[in-house]
């Protein structure tokens, strides 16, 4: 954990050298990268194993990889790769949302045949903004209403407004399922299947944490043409591009 730790580290500070301080950070189809809505704090960075051999190895590794491959039942290929970092004091939150409804829409992901695993590299806690879930409600698709804007992601990624369940589907949704804190260990990993409805809160504790995002799709699940939105999102928020989208070995 601590060779991760210490990359994600290195990859944070030169990005956010990089930064220009009079620039909103979005993540466009030549910006990996997003910055949390109200500041300059680094929020996430996609497509972390490609830029880094040392995160190349945890995404790749047999144990994640094994685990993807046995849930699924098939091959499986990397759909989407990040680092999370929630920022103490002024890490914000998301809406509650399905994986699978904005991949299914923004992407063209045909079935939710998907999953992530999470490395945490951090104490996940419920103060600290430890992902809550909605355990069972992958059993269930929530169509979310309105129509997101053209090249949605560019905020989405930072703040969402679309893409999230009505109240009255979420509170139906909480009476059946309830809702649980996914907390965790520095080293632990957690699983969460693509439908499953999950969100966060804000980081007001001055105990930052952050989280190794690997996204796994089945090979017979490969993205075709989005099934809402005009335009597919980049390469490096959904990987289409065959170099990217082979089998792992």
């Not at 004091?89 to 998301?94: D, E, P, S």
Request: hydrophobic share 35%; glycine share 6%; aromatic share 8%.
């Amino acid at each position: 954990v601590d060779k991760f730790s210490h990359e994600v580290e290195r990859l944070k500070s030169d990005i956010q050298n990089a930064m220009n301080p009079s620039a909103q950070h979005v993540v466009t189809s030549r910006c990996n990268y997003v910055a949390e809505p109200t500041s300059q704090v680094l929020k996430s960075v996609f497509d972390v194993h490609l830029y880094s051999e040392v995160l190349k190895q945890l995404c790749f590794s047999d144990r994640l990889v094994g685990v993807a491959r046995q849930i699924l039942a098939e091959d499986v290929y990397i759909h989407q790769c990040r680092v999370n970092f929630q920022a103490a004091f002024v890490g914000k939150g998301f809406n509650w949302h399905s994986d699978f409804e904005t991949w299914h829409s923004e992407d063209g992901m045909p079935n939710p045949a998907a999953l992530s695993t999470v490395v945490m590299l951090d104490d996940n806690t419920a103060p600290n903004g430890a992902l809550m879930v909605m355990p069972g409600s992958h059993m269930d698709f929530a169509p979310c209403p309105g129509q997101q804007p053209e090249k949605n992601w560019e905020g989405s990624l930072a703040h969402q407004a679309y893409g999230s369940p009505s109240e009255l589907q979420l509170t139906s949704m909480a009476e059946k399922y309830g809702i649980q804190h996914c907390t965790g260990q520095r080293g632990d990993v957690l699983v969460f299947d693509c439908n499953l409805i999950h969100g966060s809160h804000n980081n007001m504790t001055p105990f930052g944490r952050r989280n190794v995002f690997q996204c796994f799709n089945a090979v017979s699940n490969r993205l075709v043409e989005p099934f809402e939105a005009r335009s597919h999102r980049p390469e490096h928020i959904a990987h289409r591009d065959p170099v990217h989208t082979a089998a792992i070995c």
